[in-house]
Each structure stands twice: as C-alpha cells, then as structure tokens.
C-alpha cells in the first residue's frame, strides 16, 4: 500500500487571539482541500476542544506536546488519557524547539512517545540536526540516536501509529528549506535505520515528513522526492499559503 501523504501545520505558541484562529479556521474550512491527502492541525493546548468541535471534518486535530503519565501533580502537563478522551486523536512528541528549550532528552520523548502509543494516540515523532551537527557529517548518527531511544522502548506493531517528521534545526523558522536533495537523502538514511532496527515492514510503511521553512514556492519540489511523505508546516500553516502546501501533490 503507498504511503498517504501527510501534512501537519504546528501553530507553535500562535496565534495571539481567538479572533485569528478563527481567521485561520476559516480559510481551511472553505478552501478546496486535497482529501487524498491526511491533513492535521495542531493549535495551542487551549485551542485543542474549540478547533476540534469547529473545524471541517477532514482536518483532525494534534497536541503539540503531552506528559507520559495518567494524572497526578505534574502542574503544567497534559496527559495522553485526557488527550484521548478529548477526542484528539495525534501529538506532536520530540519537536526541536522542546528539546532545546525544555531540555526534553531523547529518552523522555521516548518515554512520552510510548505513554501516548499506549493510550492510543497517534504521533508525529520529531527528530532532526543543528547546523553544526550536519556541517561535522553527523547527521545520520544524530537522527539515528534520536530514533534509537524510541526503538529501545517500542515494539514492531506500536510503528503504525508513528509518523516521523524529520526537521533539520537551522531550517526551522529561518527561511534556510533544506534542498531537495537534503530532504530525501536524510528521509532514506531514516528509512534504512528502521528497516535494520525494527524491520523492513514498518520501513516501507512509516511516513517520513518533512519539517523546516516549507512554503508554497518549495513545497511542490519537496514533494516529489521518494521518501519524503509529507510535510510538518510552522509559520506558513498559520497563513492563506497552507491551503497551497496542503495540496502539494494534486497536480
Ligand atoms: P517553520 O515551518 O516555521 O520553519 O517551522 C517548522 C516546524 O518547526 C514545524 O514543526
């Protein structure tokens, strides 16, 4: 079966208002979507209910972040039991931003990864290079160590609820898309990994997103290369132009 092409949009901490979450819905809600493809958006935890119960059937709804615990005193988190019976059925684990500014190791977001599988959540796991990793040829060994931590604590069958967004850090929010060629060489180098690590099958059937500057201009050539599956948009999803990445693949 091929992959179906996925597109997320990561609101990050934005929008500001209500108001313009409402602009943004709104555009999403009465444009001509590409229903091939999986489309979801991932607001703010507060915007979590609202979007869910305003926003068009084919687009669900992502977490951008959840704890690896049930309930209990962890002020500030969200736990994937609630997430699920919120009725929101993905969340983001592992993003850069979480990683460098919370501190979250590999094997915490490994931990999250495999509380939010076990609770039936699906997960757009995020792993990816700083510019000084890649310009030291470390790449490979970078993002394969991010993935190992989730290998170590998954098994076979838990894969087919993970979709993994590969998001170079020096091409997040700096306008720098990785090429093409960059795109589908690391997507491959991922793809390798989890035949050896897990197993040909969940290589052949994991999507691999990509992640980092993607615009209407690139996202048509990005698209077209062979590992890429689709897409992990931040500041442009919160524009008109998303509805253009979301249709990247209709001719
Ligand atoms: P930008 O699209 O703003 O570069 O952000 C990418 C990202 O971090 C998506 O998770």
Redesign the pocket.
Known sequence: MPRQFFV?G?F?MNPISRDQKQTIIGVLNSADLDTATEIVVAPPSLYLIPLRDTVRTELQVSAQNCYYKDSGAFTGEISPAQLVDAKIPYV?LG???RRSIFNETSELVAQKTKAALNATLKVIL?VGETLQERELGQTAAVVEKQLQAVVNVLQESDWSGVVI?Y?PVW????GKVATSAQAQEAHADIRQFLSKAVSPAVSENTRIIY????TAANCKELSTQSDVDGF??????LKPEFVDIINAKRN
Do not use: M, P, Q
Not at 171 to 174: E, F, L, R, S
Not at 211 to 214: A, K
């Open positions: 997320g990561n990050k983001i993003h850069s931003e995020c967004a998001e091409a997040i929010g700096t992640g980092g500057s993607v992990l948009v931040g500041g442009a999803s």
